[in-house]
């Protein structure tokens, strides 16, 4: 079938998605983690000094693997845009509970 070839790149690409989402899942889960021990603890939802750190980092880590570093640095962002923002609505259920 002339399709063969395109059927096996899908098939690895639906793989490599697979992975992607199922990293991203835990990764969630251990930054909601942190919304709580970061409420708790009344620290800041952001970090940005942690912030620019893992920037520099993914951004050489890019480069070194051929993928584009500005997008790596997007992409980044707004993972850690998401992880933030559920620290802010857990800092925000939090602080409305000891109001209580
Ligand atoms: C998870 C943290 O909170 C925020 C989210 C980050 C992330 O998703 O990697 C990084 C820094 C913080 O702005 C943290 O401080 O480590």
């Known amino acids: 079938m002339p399709n063969d070839r395109l059927q096996r790149y899908r098939k690895s690409i639906d793989n490599i998605d697979t992975a992607l989402i199922c990293l991203l899942a835990e990764r969630f889960k251990i930054t909601s983690d942190v919304s709580y021990y970061k409420a708790e603890k009344q620290l800041p939802p952001a970090d940005l000094a942690r912030e620019a750190e893992q920037a520099k980092r993914l951004r050489q880590l890019a480069e ?30 939090m602080e409305k509970s000891w109001s209580n």
């Open 64 to 93: 070194s693997t051929g993928l584009n570093p500005d997008f790596a640095e997007r992409f980044l962002r707004m993972v850690i845009e998401e992880a933030t923002q559920h620290h802010r609505l857990i800092k925000d259920e």
